[in-house]
């Protein structure tokens, strides 16, 4: 009768918080396995790309008339006063805070699609086919296996989000070390904003408060939901009704604008531009409801991601080996 022999253990034995790495190395390498997430990860960067090719080609174009005279009829224009005209009338390519708010705004509905479509691979899976249970029999508690997988979509949120607004940043600094060194750079020629390293504090920023909050409550239902089909109809009902909602009753109806708190989206973009510099009288759309008042929303919405999770975790039943 054939016996089996078992090696004992001879590596080196880590603390249980060590555990988070590998649960989130599993998960983003089931991800990155599949075509559809870099189909879904190429589509996203395009509007990274029209940023980035948009400052090049503002740059190049400044070199060329640099090099000839612009002549309008009889009028001779100067073409360095001409090039500053054009980037004042399209501060959305010229590298201020208003290149990273738009950025940011646009970048992010792309970001949910791709979390929809992600988050029964990254998170539900394991609900759904019961893997969550075999994960906690080891000697780890429930909050390592959550903050595993809480690191695993705060990397897709980065790549999508903070990696290519650092490197719109790092192109504007390769152009003009100002940038990177002057606060008040952009103040001579292209009135209020931050540069240098406020505006990369503040890049940072939007990028940590859009990990933490969509982090949070993509974690949340697809720990619910588990399946995709019923994780986008989650985020259509947290994110997309309550949207045109709020526009309704504030931009049709002018009711006061506290109401646009039901937008989660608008209190995302609206503490963003607080991140980037922008006073609230300069926030878009207006009117706008406090700072506070978007902050108070955001944290009570990570609060009740993190009660949910905390019941959903108690219900699983879990057998520890002696």
């Not at 740059?59 to 009889?74: E, R, T």
Request: hydrophobic content about 55%; glycine content about 8%; proline content about 5%.
């Amino acid at each position: 009768m054939m016996q089996l022999h078992y090696r004992p253990w001879t590596g080196t034995s880590h603390a249980a918080a060590w555990s988070i790495w590998p649960i989130a190395r599993v998960a983003l390498g089931l991800l990155l396995r599949r075509k559809l997430f870099w189909f879904l990860y190429v589509f996203a960067l395009l509007i990274f790309l029209m940023f980035f090719f948009g400052s090049l080609f503002f740059d190049w174009a400044q070199g060329m008339l640099n090099d000839a005279p612009v002549q309008l009829g009889k009028l001779k224009v100067d073409p360095n006063r001409a090039m500053e005209f054009v980037k004042t009338q399209l501060r959305v390519l010229s590298g201020t805070r208003e290149t990273y708010a738009t950025f940011f705004g646009l970048q992010g509905p792309m970001t949910a699609i791709v979390l929809c479509l992600s988050g029964a691979v990254l998170v539900g899976n394991d609900f759904a086919r019961g893997a969550v249970p075999f994960y906690l029999a080891k000697p780890i508690r429930r909050w390592h296996y959550l903050a595993g997988k809480f690191v695993a979509i705060g990397a897709i949120i980065s790549l999508l989000t903070t990696v290519p607004a650092l490197v719109l940043y790092l192109q504007q600094a390769f152009n003009d070390w100002n940038y990177l060194l002057d606060p008040d750079f952009f103040r001579a020629n292209l009135g209020k904003g931050p540069a240098g390293l406020p505006l990369l504090a503040g890049i940072l920023g939007c990028g940590a408060l859009l990990t933490l909050v969509l982090g949070l409550v993509l974690l949340t239902s697809a720990a619910y939901a588990q399946r995709t089909m019923p994780i986008i109809l989650v985020w259509s009902a947290l994110f997309l009704f309550p949207r045109a909602l709020s526009r309704a009753l504030v931009d049709g109806l002018r009711y006061d604008a506290h109401w646009r708190l039901l937008d989660l989206w608008n209190s995302l973009n609206l503490l963003g531009q607080a991140f980037l510099g922008f006073d609230h009288e300069e926030t878009t759309p207006k009117p706008q409801p406090s700072f506070l008042a978007a902050a108070i929303v955001l944290g009570g919405v990570c609060v009740l991601c993190l009660i949910l999770l905390r019941r959903r975790m108690m219900r699983l039943e879990v057998v520890r080996s002696a």
